[in-house]
C-alpha cells in the first residue's frame, strides 16, 4: 500500500511563493506517478502536474506551466511542487494523487482511477 501526506500550504500574497510537499510510504518509490490536483470551492477537480518517480519526467497543465515546477528527492521520497507567481485563481486545496505502482504517460497523467490514493489536501489561500 502507499500513503501520501502532505504539507506546505498555507496564505499568500498575489505573486508570491509556496512549496507543497508530498511525502510518499511505499517501498518501490520509483515505480510511481505522482500527480498534484486542485479543487477551488464551486469548482471541478483539476490536475495541476504530475512526475515519474522513475525517471524524473515532469508534466504540467497549461495553467501552471512555468509557473509550478515539480520536482522528487529520492532520498526523502518526497515530491515537491513549487508554486511561483501565485495567482488568486490558484487558491484550492491542493492533494497529492496516485494510482499505485503505474509510470506517467503524457495522455493519462491528468486522469485519476476510482482506486486512486489521495493525501489528506493541504489548502492554498491567495489574496
Known amino acids: 500500500d502507499v500513503q501520501l501526506v502532505e504539507s506546505g500550504g498555507g496564505s499568500v500574497q498575489a505573486g508570491g511563493s509556496l512549496r507543497l510537499s508530498c511525502q510518499v510510504s511505499?517501498?518501490?518509490?520509483?515505480?510511481?506517478?505522482i500527480k498534484w490536483f486542485r479543487q477551488a470551492t464551486g469548482k471541478e477537480r483539476e490536475a495541476v502536474a504530475g512526475?515519474?518517480?522513475?525517471?524524473?519526467?515532469?508534466y504540467y497543465a497549461d495553467s501552471v506551466k512555468d509557473r509550478f515546477p515539480i520536482s522528487q528527492d529520492n532520498v526523502k521520497k518526497t515530491v515537491y511542487l513549487q508554486m511561483t507567481s501565485l495567482k488568486a485563481e490558484d487558491t484550492a486545496m491542493y492533494y497529492c494523487?496516485?494510482?499505485?505502482?503505474?509510470?506517467?504517460?503524457?495522455?493519462?497523467?491528468?486522469?485519476?482511477?476510482?482506486?486512486?490514493?489521495w493525501g489528506q489536501g493541504t489548502q492554498v489561500t491567495v489574496s
Open positions: 511505499a517501498t518501490d518509490w520509483r515505480n510511481f506517478c
Open positions: 494523487v496516485t494510482d499505485g505502482p503505474r509510470r506517467c504517460y503524457s495522455g493519462s497523467w491528468f486522469l485519476t482511477l476510482p482506486d486512486s490514493t
Open positions: 512526475i515519474d518517480t522513475g525517471n524524473a519526467s515532469p
